[in-house]
């Protein structure tokens, strides 16, 4: 049985084996466990899944709990996808942002047929401007 845990206070180490058990590890920076801490710590709306003591999702999120909710993370472990365990974290998390809040997201490639299927919209005009990149 799947249970759902509200909060940010995790072993971080832990939460890195988690991502590197799901494709979204290759696009996280796992091998900077600082980064990794600063990135989970400064998150204000993290919800987890557990198998027991098995962490086998995350939603890492940053919310005003008014207008929008950016779901920067969803990851399952693999091993544990196809279970509807992505679904409920990303339930609680629009639960949690509030019944206003819109909740917002960049599809990991891999993940760009998911979205839609549990009830996401395509929005055309999102942009990104990476840290290291100047604003001109």
């Known amino acids: 049985m799947i249970s759902y845990r509200t909060g940010n206070k995790l072993d971080v180490d832990a939460v890195i084996e988690l991502y590197r058990s799901c494709s979204l590890g290759a696009r996280r920076p796992t091998g900077d466990r600082a980064r990794m801490a600063a990135m989970l710590a400064n998150a204000n709306l993290v919800i987890t899944a557990w198998d027991g003591e098995l962490m086998v999702g995350i939603s890492r999120s940053v919310t005003d709990f008014a207008y929008a909710t950016y779901l920067s993370d969803l990851a399952v472990r693999e091993s544990y996808q196809q279970r509807g365990i992505g679904r409920e974290l990303i339930r609680l998390t629009q639960e949690?942002?509030?019944?206003?809040?819109?909740?917002?997201?960049?599809?990991?490639p891999a993940a760009v047929d998911y979205y839609p299927h549990v009830g996401f919209t395509r929005h055309d005009s999102a942009w990104i401007l990476k840290g290291s990149e100047p604003l001109r």
């Open 96 to 108: 949690a942002g509030g019944p206003q809040a819109t909740v917002i997201l960049l599809a990991a």
